[in-house]
């Protein structure tokens, strides 16, 4: 099942049963009555195919599916911030803020655009804010409805995840580990780890996003993806997230094959040609930077900024300029001789790289288990 498919008062009530061991007390806590909280625990069952609760005489007894699956309910109902909110209302404001307008959740949803409208209204009455304006034919989040969605799609990344546990307690080896790739760690350390992933636990679907810092952190954050992987930044600027190095990677000036620098060079040499080079701010360009500083004089022209290898290697081919990235992002090229390293680069340059999640995440057996195959790829880079 889908976690958007999960009744919400139902949830807290479940929660509520194994935090106070009692229907009677839990359908207090929650405003339900007693005959709605064991309904809604015995739909909840039936949707999970497990049982929950052992019933006695003095109470209910949470069982193992119950503990395992709280701590995700607890998470995701502080996210969402009310118990009036309804899973309709959740399907329908995320998909409005993936969509930028009605007709393109209701696209997505397969859900009328009139009941989006109603759902997406009610939302804001539940909660008591104005959570969109109309721009258009289009609508705009306000700065509550920035926040709400994100807080959703957080939710819903919890109760996935939740999901996962109940499936590896039953022995299920399935589910999706959502990572995103930075440019470095597509060439060699993330094929390597699905790989090594993928041997041990070959039911489980690896989706991989490919995407610079800017454009993945972002999906980080909303629990769209479970990691990252590539460079790592200054942790004061993401007090939110979680880096873990895995390796120092040290780039190379690469140019084409016949390259009139091939035979060797100097700082003055370097600054007569053209370079291709990711953005103003990534590592990459504060290396280059940092490279020429330490050559001293005035930086070269750069007159193409691509973060793309694909691009640049195409570029790097066909004309004469010079760009700095790992051996590994260019290896087949500079294998089949179309590229030629004519590095290193002077100075003490390298970027490390690593591992970056959610600081407050709590990941499942098998997304531990994929983060040991990242380590272990790692090493063996190292190596």
């Known amino acids: 099942m889908n ?11 479940m929660a509520a049963v194994v935090e106070l061991g009692s229907v009677s007390l839990a359908a207090r806590a929650v405003n339900l009555t007693q005959p709605a909280v064991t309904q809604g625990i015995a739909k909840l069952e039936a949707q999970l195919g497990l049982s929950l609760f052992a019933r006695q005489p003095g109470g209910m007894v949470a069982l193992e599916p119950a503990e395992r699956l709280k701590p995700r309910i607890d998470a995701a109902l502080r996210l969402i911030g009310s118990n009036r909110v309804t899973a309709a209302q959740v399907r329908a404001f995320v998909a409005l803020a993936r969509g930028g307008s009605y007709a393109a959740a209701a696209v997505a949803t397969g859900v009328a655009e009139p009941s989006l409208h109603r759902a997406v209204g009610d939302l804001g009455l539940a909660l008591g804010q104005r959570l969109v304006d109309r721009r258009g034919r289009g609508v705009m989040l306000t700065r509550a409805g920035t926040v709400l969605a994100q807080r959703l799609r957080l939710a819903l990344a919890e109760l996935r995840q939740g999901l996962e546990d109940l499936a590896d307690l039953r022995g299920q080896e399935g589910g999706r580990i959502l990572v995103g790739a930075m440019p470095l760690s597509r060439a060699r350390l993330i094929p390597d780890a699905i790989a090594r992933f993928r041997t041990d636990f070959p039911q489980v679907d690896i989706s991989v996003h490919e995407g610079s810092h800017a454009e993945l952190v972002g999906p980080l954050r909303d629990g769209e993806i479970d990691m990252m992987v590539g460079a790592l930044r200054d942790p004061a600027m993401a007090l939110d997230l979680a880096q873990r190095p895995l390796f120092e990677d040290q780039p190379t000036i690469l140019a084409r094959r016949g390259h009139a620098l091939a035979a060797g060079w100097d700082a003055d040499a370097l600054r007569c040609y053209p370079w291709i080079l990711p953005p103003e701010g990534t590592p990459l360009r504060q290396l280059w930077q940092a490279m020429f500083a330490a050559l001293g004089g005035d930086l070269p022209a750069v007159p193409i900024e691509c973060g793309s290898v694909m691009t640049i290697r195409q570029l790097l081919v066909g004309g004469e300029y010079l760009t700095l990235l790992s051996h590994d992002q260019l290896a087949l090229e500079l294998e089949a001789g179309l590229l030629i390293d004519i590095g290193p680069a002077p100075g003490a340059i ?9 600081a407050d995440w709590r990941p499942t057996r098998l997304q531990q288990q994929f983060m040991a195959a990242i380590d272990q790829a790692a090493a063996h880079m190292n190596s």
């Open 350 to 358: 390298s970027r490390t790289i690593g591992l970056t999640t959610r």
């Open 3 to 13: 976690p958007d498919q999960f009744n919400i008062r139902h949830l807290a009530a």
